[in-house]
């Protein structure tokens, strides 16, 4: 990485990325231990299957580690930053899903807020400003 491409992206980036990597890598642990807590808190069923549940949370906290090491260079490692914009866009989506077949219930979606919607922005505005800095316009 040069100091050319460290001055080519705003400096907001950077703990923009670190935050949402520590957020869901501890979001991750605390899916992993406490498997039941979501539910409980959602005011659902428990799952029968709590160690499928774990497995969402290894599959968040590893999200985590991929936006820490794309901090450091956002525009280089925008892929991680694209495959993550696409989860928190999915997520809601199935969310509202479950919610309309019943399997969800609304409190059950307040996570999707902190989880998904915070994130559209400036995940969206990363992606933005990577892609102009990889295809300038020309003159």
Same mark, same amino acid.
């Given at each position: 990485?040069?100091n050319?491409?460290?001055?080519?992206?705003?400096?907001w980036?950077?703990?923009?990325?670190?935050?949402?990597?520590?957020?869901n890598?501890?979001?991750?642990?605390?899916?992993?231990?406490f498997?039941?807590?979501?539910?409980k808190?959602?005011?659902?069923?428990?799952?029968n299957?709590p160690?499928?549940?774990?497995?969402v949370g290894?599959?968040?906290?590893?999200?985590?580690?991929?936006y820490?090491?794309?901090?450091?260079d956002?525009?280089?490692?925008?892929?991680i930053?694209?495959v /993550?914009l696409l989860?928190?866009?999915?997520g809601? &989506?199935?969310? !509202?899903n479950g919610?309309?077949?019943? =399997?969800?219930?609304? #409190?059950a /979606?307040?996570?999707?807020?902190?989880?998904?919607? &915070?994130?559209? !922005?400036?995940?969206?505005?990363?992606? =933005?400003?990577a892609? #102009?800095f990889?295809?300038?316009?020309?003159?």
């Open positions: 990485m040069t050319q491409t460290l001055n080519k992206y705003p400096k980036m950077k703990p923009v990325l670190i935050t949402a990597g520590i957020y890598i501890f979001w991750g642990l605390i899916i992993i231990i498997p039941d807590l979501y539910f808190f959602a005011g659902m069923q428990l799952t299957y160690a499928i549940w774990q497995c290894m599959i968040v906290g590893v999200y985590g580690i991929g820490i090491i794309s901090a450091f956002p525009y280089k490692h925008w892929p930053v694209l /993550g989860g928190k866009i999915l809601p &989506i199935g969310y !509202i919610y309309i077949s019943g =399997t969800f219930t609304l #409190k /979606g307040l996570t999707n807020i902190t989880n998904d919607l &915070i994130w559209w !922005i400036p995940f969206t505005v990363i992606l =933005t400003k892609y #102009k990889y295809h300038p316009r020309e003159t």
